[in-house]
């Protein structure tokens, strides 16, 4: 019995799609091939079979990324760090595909249906264990056991669709559209479960429905399934590399993205769930498009699409949602054009051999997924890093740029640089609880200068993601080469060219997707957390119109500023240097060489205010006394002290003005 390879528009096959028939298992009702739907109890019961596996199909491929929204419930209850973490996702993903390309000789001599059962039993237990663990080791143990149940039951379920709905054609349909929709509803889905209850109930909620996939299991003709004897037919191999690299440029779109939206902003998994929805809906709404415009053309464009979407993310112009969903509706679009035609192909041709060329499919997505990951974690973890001090540099700046008085400003500061670094790399540190204790409450400047600062820190950390992002923009793009060696195969079943509407349907896309990043160019998305700390040779601090604490708060930031000069570092790494160990770079002074240059430069700035009329002798004076004999971490650190003390002593004599400065000296 041949297999063909053909267009079949009229019999339910979309228009650019390839379609394998017949199949060749054997089932105990003949060979599955062209055995049409009708309304007999028989066929509703196979219908509903194939949907419950369906189900689970989807559900397998959906634990790649459903438990992202959970992640940050997963780090706070089981006492966890940021890396660990994320094994709950790579050790799901890592163990698929090692499992998938092992299975691939055993389904040449294994029937499918007990691998099916195994699979799901498997997977329903491993479940079950993920959502009553206690700690992160047994999670991230009982997450690889999951993995293996799930690429066992992505092993053996295109075969078992193709029995229950009766033919190659609409079993390898089902599964490929179970496929894509469970791998961009997965994050969307985990965060409404999540919302709704608890990271558990993400995977306890598993359990039920994969079990009841048992029913397909246990159904006669998946049960008689046998393997078909003799030589399999050599596949291509551009559709598993197109799927790797589509695969893993859907790292950026979901995982980091979702690390992005939940760890970074602070959407609550609901409102994460929302955002992260474009993406899903978008594949969706393309899909009639792609459907016309063919294989060839669909992937040729959802590539650079793809890649558009990820590069919108790593240029965005602000912290915003509206911004975040647009940017993954691209994504969406771009992947429900490219993934799609890369499944069909890589699950047809051949002969009896769609359990190993479902379990190659599965294998080649799950490889994609890791080897990004293998990039990007590390990339992201410097990135994050170094973004990190850079959120304490711009706090510090923040703070010493306020409308706040010299009493609170390095104080505050340094507080802020010390929760810097006890918050984890990546997170958002709790900015309000240094400011309640510094009296925001009751103070209405101190309030808005916390208010302000969250947006700067989440400016900060949101650019760190901007390379990785860009490394997946990159896998988009490699897609594009298996594409171009599988393009003479995919128009050999295109059928006839795609109308001009439709063609312009989808130019109306791709220059939507050029626009976004246009738009986000121009509202300052190449900006974005960029370091905006000044140099200090050229900074100068303006007395403004606050009267004498703004005075002295001039000098002492101008003072500050020149000595940071002299020493050649910013001066928001002076003033953290007067702090406890920030995480931020040591400046390369010896403390003796710091001390002599604050001094000097606090002395050159009282003069300067005294010359310009600032300052009047008598409180030049005393200033200069203090600069030269106060320790000087109690001058940074006590500089509204001595704001307040100047002001006091303007009308002291002379005498009192010895004994205040022989109780400050050393």
């Not at 900060?460 to 490394?471: E, G, I, N, P, Q």
């Not at 000595?563 to 240097?577: K, P, Q, Y």
Request: aromatic share 4%; proline share 6%; net charge neutral.
């Amino acid at each position: 019995m041949a297999t063909g390879v053909w267009l079949n528009p009229r019999r339910g096959g979309e228009p650019g799609v390839v379609v394998i028939a017949p199949a060749r298992w054997h089932t105990p009702a003949g060979i599955g091939e062209g055995v049409g739907v009708g309304a007999s109890p028989r066929m509703n019961r196979r219908a509903a079979s194939a949907a419950l596996l369906a189900v689970a199909v989807a559900l397998a491929f959906a634990d790649s990324s459903i438990v992202m929204l959970g992640l940050p419930e997963i780090y706070g209850e089981l006492d966890a760090t940021i890396p660990g973490v994320s094994f709950v996702i790579t050790a799901y993903n890592l163990v698929v595909a090692v499992v998938a390309f092992a299975l691939v000789p055993v389904l040449r001599r294994v029937r499918p249906g007990p691998i099916l059962t195994a699979g799901l039993v498997v997977f329903i237990a491993a479940s079950l264990g993920c959502g009553l663990v206690s700690d992160l080791p047994m999670l991230v143990t009982l997450r690889g056991v999951q993995g293996l149940g799930a690429a066992m039951l992505l092993a053996a379920s295109l075969p078992a669709l193709v029995a229950l709905t009766g033919g190659a054609e609409s079993g390898r349909r089902v599964w490929a559209l179970a496929g894509s929709l469970g791998a961009v509803l997965g994050p969307a889905a985990g965060g409404i479960i999540t919302e709704l209850a608890d990271w558990r109930a993400i995977f306890i909620a598993q359990a039920p429905l994969a079990a009841l996939a048992l029913v397909a299991a246990a159904d006669p003709r998946v049960r008689g399934l046998q393997v078909e004897p003799g030589p399999v037919t050599r596949r291509p191999l551009w559709p598993a590399f197109g799927l790797v690299f589509a695969f893993g440029a859907l790292v950026g779109a979901l995982f980091l993205a979702v690390l992005m939206i939940v760890t970074v902003w602070g959407l609550g998994p609901l409102a994460g769930a929302i955002v992260v929805s474009a993406l899903p809906i978008a594949a969706v709404a393309v899909s009639p498009l792609a459907g016309r415009v063919g294989p060839a053309v669909g992937s040729l464009a959802g590539a650079p699409l793809l890649a558009a979407g990820l590069i919108a993310l790593a240029l965005l112009p602000a912290v915003s949602a509206w911004w975040a969903a647009a940017a993954l509706a691209v994504c969406g679009a771009g992947f429900g054009l490219l993934v799609p035609p890369l499944t069909w192909a890589s699950v047809g041709g051949g002969s009896g051999a769609l359990a190993v060329a479902g379990t190659l499919s599965v294998g080649a997505r799950h490889v994609g997924l890791v080897a990004a990951l293998v990039i990007v974690a590390p990339l992201l973890a410097v990135d994050l890093d170094e973004g990190g001090d850079r959120a304490t540099h711009e706090a510090t700046r923040v703070i010493l740029d306020a409308r706040l008085g010299l009493q609170q400003k390095i104080p505050v500061a340094l507080d802020l640089a010390e929760e810097f670094d006890r918050t984890p790399r990546g997170a958002v540190p709790d900015l309000g609880s240094v400011f309640d204790q510094r009296g925001a409450d009751d103070d209405e400047n101190l309030r808005r200068v916390r208010d302000g600062l969250v947006g700067a820190i989440e400016a900060s950390l949101t650019r760190s993601f901007r390379a990785s992002y860009l490394v997946s923009a990159a896998f988009a793009l490699l897609a594009l080469v298996p594409v171009a060696f599988g393009l003479r195969a995919m128009r050999g079943v295109g059928g006839r060219r795609a109308p001009p509407v439709t063609l312009a349907g989808l130019a109306v896309v791709a220059a939507a997707a050029g626009a976004l990043i246009v738009a986000e160019l121009a509202s300052g998305g190449e900006d974005l957390g960029r370091s905006r700390i000044a140099d200090p040779c050229a900074t100068r601090v303006s007395e403004g119109g606050g009267g004498f604490d703004a005075t002295i708060q001039g000098v002492v930031l101008d003072g500050l500023a020149g000595a940071a000069c002299e020493l050649g570092v910013t001066r928001e790494d002076l003033v953290l240097s007067f702090g406890p160990d920030v995480g931020t770079p040591r400046i390369p002074w010896s403390s003796a060489q710091v001390d002599q240059a604050v001094r000097a430069g606090l002395v050159r700035a009282i003069d300067d205010a005294e010359d310009r009329g600032s300052l009047n002798s008598f409180v030049a004076d005393i200033l200069r006394g203090i600069a030269r004999r106060a320790p000087i971490d109690e001058i940074i650190r006590g500089a509204g002290a001595i704001s307040d003390l100047t002001g006091r002593i303007r009308d002291l004599d002379a005498g009192d003005v010895l004994d205040t400065l022989r109780g400050l000296a050393p």
